[in-house]
């Protein structure tokens, strides 16, 4: 009869069991039924009417769970927006009050959560009465009491109140209950961020929070580092020696206080590699606290708790420039975590092993077998890691195994799984391109199975991106897109693939074939299909002259289609291939000729279908509408009776967002979700001529080719912040000095710059415009305008500048004029004017083309040595030298480059108006040597610019 209830009392198991299953049944909801809150309609005067019963002294001794109720009541309406009013919180805070003359529990610890959460809302006044009903509190003999009590108290007090009960906090920061002390280690830590004044008196409690780290409770030595660290945190040397103190004395046993250790030692490891102390240098020739911090964590690998554990590998693994025989031991331990029965560790473990696989994937391949063993594993984020590192780590000759295994993984998991699993496939055929046949093929095959719209686009992003890297993978790749857009549902990803064909089909082997694939589209799509396919035909037959008859025909089809844009499109099409098989008809080689007599099907030069259907604009369409704003702001344009051209619309430079964006194509997949294909929305590019042009003085100088950044001339502590701006026109340089005031009791006016043109031959100033009344904190321009010498040769001058104005003392309160006036002149730093200012950074389409375009009538070819240390200093050093725009991703050096010499090709636009190209060879002379060699070639039009461009190495 075990289910029976014993006669003291007590309460058996089972009929423990059958109350818990009741109390089940009785809140136990129905799948149809909707669950109600049960304060979901509550009023707030009907809650206001029953806190009255806090006044009632016998009620509150009697009936405390009433009193807990109406508190709750109180709290759901101030968390839900019903806000008490200024009256109405002032008589339920002094109804409230009155509940500490009761002795229940619960009733007490409801008070402290009501003064916590309005203490924020109510009358600072009314708060303060609380306050000695709470440390009367925090000094009783009740430890649940105390600890909550002092949690309260510290969320009402102000540094002034603060050293009232300054001496009780300390006490109870080393009292003997964990759960006081705790309260009094996280309320010290609160108040730190408070003010600044509460953190200095907190900063006086480092004794106390230094002994309550030897505290027995576990949670007590993990508050009391929190609050050691905040309060050392600002002092560099003062957390080296916290670190330095517990790494050695091993006095810590709580795994969280340790894990903390952990973590503000790797913290000083990551200082000290970017503060230089290491010097680049491996661990174990690194600074005395680089080595003692990695001693630590390495030791820490041997904690018999988990959590200290994982953090100690983790961190081991994020160190800077680690090498691979110091991350051997974090390896070893996370392989371990691998075959945890805990679902959280081995994920831990997974992620972090991930992460080490994208720079040392050598070290985590040991790992494999324990990987593939995850594969299965019932946690799908758990699975996904382990085969995207699998990919990463894998050899070539494990490729088929893992694909193998993969297929029937990705038939279970969800979209945004399968879409990890995609990138990591692409990077794949990146680092072994011969296997491309295989993996493009493996992710052709799932573009017919089901999934939705963001999983096709990866694949589709995936395939596009492998054909611009590994040219390989051209023709099977485009046969697997035609096969996919026969059956595709989304209209964007069929435009896209289109578009493609037209741009790559005509160059394979075989064009024809995709003829078919491309035609189907207009039979059987919607209009915006059907329209990229007429323009797909079009490139086709504009590329290939033996495929324009039976392009034709296709074509002239589409000349009634019901939508205006497919119908305008074909015809425009059918009226440029006619004219231009008129004027070059197609003449097919005889039957007999040898294969490799036949000539190249490619359009005759000066052919019109190749220009006007294949050649795209000069620029795109957001810089032309930049360039034709900036036509339109010149002085003086628009009564120009010349017509507007591309040609004589302003040269237009890339944005620093535009610079971003090309630097980051490559990593497109990686970064972003969309794969490109949603532009983030771009903000409006001001032109920085605007203010020239604002001054009818500069009118005749015509229009702006360039401005330059602004350049600091002087330090942004001082009185005086100048800056530079040079806005380059045909025949003069307009120098913007940007002036800004800080001092209160001064007016600046009549203020220009001195610019020394005296040591110079190819400038000279011309003119100045001056700023007037610059009050405090405000900022105006000031203009020197230099005339150019068009008969000397460009090559850097250097300018001594000097800042004139006369100062007038103001009353800082009114701005009104008091005192004398005086002339005042400031000295700036020099300015510098190179070659490379003339020169705007201009992309081409296809640097190769161009390049073989200008010839090498111009050329100029040109040796140098610099002083470099490092490889990627020297590429930047280059470009910045000659003020070019990098082309095709030479602007960067690749990672794992091997100390390889590094290709960079340049273009640009020359003030005068020439196309300037460079191809420049940057390479290391040795191995530990700081020398880099140059070996650059300039071409152009006119070999006196291709002359200055080589000139601007210095």
């Avoid at 058996?12 to 909707?34: I, T, W, Y």
């Avoid at 003359?101 to 009314?126: G, H, Q, W």
């Avoid at 989304?490 to 578009?499: N, V």
Wanted: proline content about 5%; hydrophobic content about 40%.
């Amino acid at each position: 009869m075990g289910d029976q209830q014993p006669a003291d009392g007590s309460m058996s198991m089972g009929s423990m069991l059958r109350e818990v299953q009741e109390m089940a049944d009785k809140f136990k909801v129905e799948e149809d039924e909707q669950y109600i809150s049960p304060y979901a309609h509550l009023e707030k005067a009907a809650v206001l009417q029953e806190a009255r019963i806090f006044h009632d002294p016998n009620a509150v001794r009697e009936n405390p769970r009433k009193c807990c109720t109406v508190i709750a009541q109180l709290l759901h309406l101030q968390n839900t927006g019903q806000y008490l009013s200024g009256v109405e919180a002032t008589e339920v805070f002094f109804g409230v009050t009155k509940l500490f003359m009761s002795d229940d529990a619960s009733l007490r610890r409801m008070v402290y959560l009501f003064i916590k959460d309005v203490a924020e809302t109510c009358n600072p006044d009314d708060v303060i009465i609380v306050t000695s009903c709470l440390t009367k509190d925090m000094t009783c003999d009740v430890d649940l009491y105390r600890g909550n009590a002092l949690r309260v108290l510290v969320r009402i007090v102000d540094a002034a109140m603060l050293g009232a009960i300054e001496r009780y906090v300390k006490q109870a920061i080393v009292d003997s209950s964990g759960q006081v002390s705790s309260s009094a280690l996280v309320s010290a830590s609160h108040l730190f961020l408070q003010s600044p004044e509460c953190a200095a008196v907190v900063r006086r409690w480092i004794s106390e929070t230094q002994e309550a780290t030897t505290s027995p409770n576990e949670m007590v030595q993990f508050h009391a580092m929190q609050l050691l660290y905040q309060i050392k945190s600002h002092d560099r040397l003062g957390v080296s020696k916290l670190v330095s103190q517990f790494t050695t004395r091993n006095t810590l046993r709580s795994p969280l206080a340790l894990v903390l250790l952990v973590r503000y030692t790797s913290k000083l490891l990551h200082d000290e590699e970017a503060e230089g102390r290491n010097q680049g240098r491996a661990i174990a020739d690194g600074s005395p606290a680089t080595k003692q911090g990695y001693q630590f964590l390495e030791a820490s690998l041997r904690h018999k708790s988990e959590l200290v554990v994982y953090e100690a590998a983790r961190a081991i693994c994020n160190l800077p420039s680690i090498e691979p025989q110091d991350l051997s031991p974090a390896i070893s331990v996370l392989q371990l975590f691998l075959s945890s029965p805990k679902p959280a560790v081995r994920f831990s473990a997974m992620r972090t092993l991930a992460a080490v696989a994208n720079t040392h994937p050598r070290v985590v391949s040991k790992c494999n077998e324990d990987l593939e063993a995850l594969i299965g594993d019932s946690n799908r984020s758990i699975a996904t890691l382990a085969i995207t590192t699998l990919l990463k780590t894998g050899s070539e000759n494990s490729i088929d195994r893992l694909l193998k295994q993969i297929s029937a993984f990705l038939t279970e998991i969800a979209d945004e799984y399968k879409i990890t699993v995609v990138r990591s496939l692409q990077k794949l055929c990146l680092t072994y391109p011969s296997k491309h046949r295989v993996l493009v093929g493996f992710l052709s095959n799932f573009l017919r199975e089901e999934g939705g719209f963001d999983f096709k686009r990866s694949i589709v992003n995936s395939i596009v991106s492998l054909i611009r890297t590994v040219p390989e993978t051209t023709e099977s790749s485009l046969l697997h897109l035609c096969e996919f857009i026969e059956d595709c549902e989304f209209t964007m990803l069929s435009t896209q693939i289109l578009h493609l064909l037209g741009e790559l089909g005509p160059s394979t082997s075989a064009p024809a074939r995709y003829i078919r694939f491309i035609y189907n589209r207009v039979i059987l799509e919607n209009s915006a299909v059907r329209a990229a396919a007429v323009s797909a035909l079009a490139k086709f037959a504009a590329q290939c002259p033996s495929l324009r008859t039976s392009v034709m025909t296709l074509l002239k089809r589409s000349l009634m289609d019901e939508d205006d844009e497919t119908r305008d499109r074909a015809t425009i099409a059918v009226s440029i291939l006619e004219d231009a098989m008129g004027k070059n008809p197609y003449v097919p080689p005889p039957e007999d000729t040898e294969a490799d007599d036949i000539p190249p099907d490619q359009p005759v030069d000066g052919d019109t279908a190749a220009y006007v259907l294949l050649e795209g604009l000069p620029m795109n369409f957001d810089k032309l509408e930049r360039s034709l704003k900036s036509y339109m702001a010149a002085p003086l344009s628009m009564e120009n009776a010349e017509p507007i051209t591309l040609n004589t619309l302003p040269i237009v430079e890339d944005t620093a967002a535009d610079l971003a964006a090309a630097a980051g194509v490559d990593s497109i997949m990686d970064d972003d979700p969309t794969g490109g294909l949603e532009a983030p929305k771009k903000k409006e590019v001001i032109d920085p001529a605007a203010v020239v042009y604002a001054i009818p003085e500069l009118a005749s100088l015509g229009r702006a080719f360039r401005s330059s950044q602004a350049i600091p001339l002087t330090e942004s502590e001082t009185e005086y912040v100048v800056q530079c701006t040079k806005h380059i026109f045909q025949n003069h340089v307009v120098l913007q000095f940007s002036v800004q005031n800080t001092i209160e009791e001064q007016r600046l006016d009549n203020v220009t710059v001195l610019v020394d043109d005296s040591d110079s031959e190819i400038f000279a100033a011309s003119g100045e415009i001056a700023a007037d009344g610059i009050r405090y904190g405000e900022t105006k321009n000031c203009f020197t305008v230099l005339e150019r010498n068009l008969d000397t040769a460009l090559e850097p001058n250097t300018f001594a500048c000097e800042l004139r104005f006369t100062v007038v003392q103001v009353d800082p309160a009114t701005g009104e004029e008091e005192g004398d006036t005086f002339e005042e002149e400031y000295p700036l730093e020099d300015l510098e004017i190179a070659t490379s200012d003339f020169m705007a950074k201009v992309p081409v389409p296809d640097f190769r083309k161009s390049w073989e375009n200008v010839g090498n009538a111009n050329e100029v070819l040109e040796k140098f040595a610099l002083q470099f240390k490092r490889l990627e200093d020297a590429v930047v050093a280059v470009v910045d030298f000659l003020g070019m725009q990098p082309c095709d991703g030479t602007g960067s050096v690749k990672p794992n480059a091997g100390g390889k010499p590094h290709m960079l090709h340049m273009s640009g636009v020359f003030v005068s108006g020439q196309q300037v190209l460079a191809r420049a060879q940057v390479a290391m002379q040795g191995e530990n040597s700081s020398n880099v060699i140059l070996k650059i070639a300039v071409r152009s039009d006119d070999g006196a610019v291709s002359r200055m461009v080589a000139d601007c190495i210095r």
